[in-house]
């Protein structure tokens, strides 16, 4: 092979080696951000301290329901503005699952409706059994699945 070829290719090798790193510093540093605030407190079922309700402003009716898995079952989550859904502490909606990003999904009330965004997650996000790639509305009896968890928003 030429030299001049080799040179090429060590660069192209360097390149793609600092792209790789970028990458993974700006994945990191998203799974380390905090999330927003907390607008939303679970109703019913197993609860935890943080858990309890807050004393933000309270949702209009909507709620999203556990469905699966069976342990969750009957746990309930009132809407208010938005809340955020991953396995770090502050969500407000914390699952623990390897399966779920520390701040993985966001639902968020917009001129009277509600929407739900994927913020990046490894595993995807997915609205009765279709992935999220943009804000998508939400509507009465849609399944959200986040990881293995399975919630149903309903009243």
């Not at 407190?41 to 402003?57: F, L, T």
Request: aromatic fraction near 6%.
């Amino acid at each position: 092979m030429p030299p001049a070829l080799l040179t090429i290719l060590k660069f192209c090798l360097l390149a793609l080696l600092y792209l790789f790193l970028v990458r993974v510093v700006r994945a990191v540093w998203f799974e380390l951000k905090p999330p927003a605030r907390v607008l939303a407190a679970p109703v019913g079922g197993k609860s935890s301290r943080r858990d309890r309700p807050s004393r933000g402003g309270r949702a209009k009716g909507d709620r999203l329901r556990v469905i699966e898995p069976a342990a969750q079952r009957g746990r309930a989550y009132d809407l208010a503005d938005e809340l955020t859904v991953g396995r770090a502490a502050g969500c407000q909606i914390t699952l623990d699952d390897t399966y779920v990003s520390q701040l993985h999904a966001r639902v968020f009330r917009k001129e009277g409706q509600l929407y739900v965004e994927d913020l990046g997650s490894t595993n995807g996000t997915y609205l009765n059994r279709k992935k999220v790639t943009a804000p998508v509305q939400l509507r009465k009896g849609d399944r959200l699945q986040i990881g293995r968890t399975v919630m149903e928003l309903g009243r």
